[in-house]
């Protein structure tokens, strides 16, 4: 199953480790750009209009699992408890 995108009310958790902050996703986009070339040959991309895009697989940077990603409120989410937020530093 892959995991719906988060907005400004959800965020990702990974529920095997507890990871809130990394993640690898794969998508695909199909867009139409507007290339603009000088007369050099160089272009740069002006604009983009993304035209449909799906998100294929989301996994855990920490523990890999892409079976375990789940969409969570902001607000219940607690950053102390995510691994990526510990001081590896030690005394």
């Known amino acids: ?29 199909r867009t139409t750009e507007f290339w603009h070339f000088d007369l050099a ?8 209009e993304v035209k449909d895009e799906s998100v294929e697989l989301v996994s855990c940077r920490w523990c890999g699992r892409d079976d375990a990603i789940e969409l969570v409120s902001r607000h219940e989410a607690s950053v102390t408890d995510d691994p990526t937020s510990r001081s590896s530093a030690s005394d």
């Open 41 to 48: 040959g160089d272009h740069g991309v002006e604009s983009i």
């Open 1 to 29: 199953m892959t995991p719906e995108l988060p907005d400004e009310s959800n965020r990702w958790r990974c529920g095997g480790c507890g990871n809130l902050t990394r993640f690898d996703v794969t998508r695909s986009r």
